[in-house]
């Protein structure tokens, strides 16, 4: 369970997340959704501790975060950013065996089980082909996918994926955000696409100018009512196999008066 009070994240005099007091369960997928700049990155970078807090507090598994050492920390929270940057000298195989580094001690090296957690991960998310390539050479889903998968090696408790399917072709958002949804972890993802977020999430919480507009289920929260105010788009909803999803069209003049 991941749960903050108060949180806040500013850069100089720009508040980017004002105040905010959000839980997500275990066993769940909570989608932070909301329009450009509403502050979900800088609330997911607060939570993986990439991003320095301005105030509030933060707990991972009932500890406030600030209190784990770097080892317990990394063995409850994986984190996948939005894009990491840097020359990749690491092949791909080697990348995702990177996750198991927080399982071992000082020196010691690889085990057999931690390359068969690799091995899986990296079946899972379809990169098993890849094993020996350079990650710097990958295309960028397909970088996504080994980032991914190097997460999962890690075995964390918790979950934290920026824009996951940023870069994936149309069959990868899908097999990635349902592999997540079926992990037994807590996971919170900032999703662009709301009508994933409305197939995979099982919580959505609605940013806008860095506080809470909306916080339930995508039945609850993917309301023309609650989505035309934030993201200043006509909205018109549809359910398909009990799946609520979105079409938009852009706002008339008489709208945007
Ligand atoms: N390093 C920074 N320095 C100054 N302002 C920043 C910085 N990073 C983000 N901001 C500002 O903070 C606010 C929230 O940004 P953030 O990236 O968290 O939003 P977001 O919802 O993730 O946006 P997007 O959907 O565009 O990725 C925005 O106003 C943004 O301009």
């Known amino acids: 369970m991941i749960e903050t009070a108060g949180l806040s994240v ?4 720009v508040e980017a997340v004002a105040g905010v007091e959000f839980d997500a369960r275990d066993g769940a997928v909570t989608g932070l959704v909301g329009p450009n700049g509403s502050g979900k990155s800088s609330l997911l970078g607060a939570v993986s501790g990439a991003i320095r807090r301005a105030g509030g507090t933060i707990m991972v598994g009932g500890d406030d975060l600030g209190s784990l050492r770097p080892r ?5 929270l994986a984190s996948v950013a939005q894009e990491e940057h840097g020359e990749f000298p690491l092949t791909v195989w080697e990348s995702v065996l990177l996750g198991r580094s927080v399982h071992r001690g ?6 057999p089980d931690d390359k068969a957690v690799a091995a899986e991960a990296m079946r899972r998310t379809g990169i098993t082909e890849f094993a020996e390539r350079p990650l710097g050479d990958l295309s960028g889903g397909e970088r996504q996918r080994a980032l991914i998968a190097r997460a999962l090696t890690q075995d ?9 399917t940023n870069h994936l072709d149309v069959r990868y958002q899908h097999e990635i955000l349902s592999l997540v949804a079926e992990l037994p972890l807590c996971t919170v ?5 709301l009508n994933l977020a409305a197939r995979y999430c099982d919580r959505l919480i609605l940013l ?8 339930g289920d995508p039945d609850k929260v993917l309301r023309p009512e609650v989505i035309e105010p934030v993201y200043r788009i ?3 909803r549809v359910d398909i196999d009990g799946v609520p999803q979105l079409l938009f069209s852009p706002l008339t003049r008489d709208d945007k008066s």
């Open 234 to 236: 006509a909205t018109r």
């Open 10 to 13: 500013r850069y100089g005099s």
């Open 208 to 215: 806008d100018g860095g506080a809470i507009a909306a916080d």
């Open 156 to 164: 964390a408790t918790h979950l934290l994926l920026d824009e996951p």
């Open 106 to 111: 000082g020196w010691s090296s690889y085990t």
């Open 72 to 76: 317990e920390r990394a063995k409850r």
């Open 189 to 193: 993802a900032v999703l662009h696409d």
